[in-house]
Nanobody, 120 residues
């Protein structure tokens, strides 16, 4: 089993910044990819950003140029630096990851989420 624990959410004014962190723990051999998704009230969950084991990144168009995903392999942690935040960025942000471990290859896990609220 893999546990993903997010931190760093909170309330921020429009134009401000926040940094989310997600630490992976448990039993796994390797991390294939980790990323962030978000779900706003009344909307479907959407992928925000992802980084794979090569360090390649992808972003949703809505956050390109404002958000940056990064990772610390030694700490098994992925970060999401969010700048120039907008009210429409308000959502619960979920960390997710794909791992190879004793239960099999390519297993997906999710964190419980952290709330980001951007006031206008």
């Amino acid at each position: 089993q893999v546990q993903l624990v997010e931190s760093g959410g909170g309330l921020v004014q429009a134009g401000g910044s926040l940094r989310l962190s997600c630490a992976a723990s448990g039993s796994f051999f390797s991390i294939n990819a980790m990323g962030w998704s978000r779900q706003a009230p009344g909307k479907q969950r959407e992928l925000v950003a992802v980084v794979n084991f090569r360090g390649s990144t992808n972003y949703a168009d809505s956050v390109k140029g404002r958000f940056t995903i990064s990772r610390d392999n030694a700490k098994r942690t992925v970060y999401l630096q969010m700048n120039s935040l907008k009210p429409e960025d308000t959502a619960v942000y979920y960390c997710n990851g794909n791992f190879d471990g004793p239960t099999g290859p390519g297993m997906d896990y999710w964190g419980k989420g952290t709330l980001v609220t951007v006031s206008s």
